[in-house]
């Protein structure tokens, strides 16, 4: 399959588990933007998150997903509730999710129950900062454990949000805002 090609995690692996946020009224936007609960990823960055639930698995640890692939009207949405590139990406530039290649997650135990962590999913504060010091030694470990993960597949993370990565070679992939009932299921 070609690399680009926008693909549903859940053709590729069903082992990760989906809670994504924004197909909610749980959310920073106080609203379901997304129709359905989706994870959408270039074929590519897909195979790689894919990869890192496996190795996972060898550690009875596993992913859950908050969000991958956002539309770029719903960037526009976000941005205009926080205007704050710290936690939103500027809809002019386009967010590493409009173009499929970042996921926001966080690891889970072998019963499906999330790992401590310093902050909430999108916590727009200095706690969700990759670096913050403060909160249980536990969070930090499991903040860096979620970090590693990822990079062995080549994931870099976002400095201010513990949950975001963006996929080696994101840019190569093109700004898209196509709906997701526009997106194969399998
Ligand atoms: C909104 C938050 N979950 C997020 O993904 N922020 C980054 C910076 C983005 O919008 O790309
Ligand atoms: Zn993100």
């Known amino acids: 399959m070609n690399p680009s090609q926008l693909v549903d995690i859940q053709s590729i692996n069903r ?12 959310n ?24 890192i639930q496996e190795n996972l698995k060898q550690k009875k640890l596993g992913l859950k997903v908050y969000d991958c692939y956002r539309p770029l009207s719903v960037q526009r949405q976000m941005w205009k509730v926080v205007p704050d590139e710290n936690y939103v990406a500027n809809p002019t530039q386009g967010s590493r999710h409009n173009r499929g ?20 999913f999108d916590e727009f504060s200095g706690k969700s900062r ?14 860096q454990l979620l970090e590693d993960a990822m990079k062995q597949q080549g994931f870099t993370g976002l400095v201010t949000e513990w949950w975001h990565f ?10 898209t805002d196509v709906p997701f009932n526009k997106i194969a299921q399998n």
């Open 15 to 26: 082992e990760i588990i989906l809670d994504i946020k924004y197909a909610t009224n749980n």
């Open 28 to 51: 920073f936007l106080k609203q379901k933007v997304y129709p359905e609960p989706r994870c959408v990823l270039r074929y590519g960055t897909a195979k790689k998150l894919a990869q």
């Open 101 to 120: 290649a970042a996921v926001d997650l966080t690891l889970v135990d072998g019963n499906g129950q999330e790992l401590e962590m310093p902050s909430q």
């Open 130 to 143: 990759r670096s913050y010091n403060g909160g249980t030694v536990r969070s930090r470990q499991n903040r």
């Open 166 to 175: 963006d996929a080696a070679g994101w840019e190569v992939y093109p700004v």
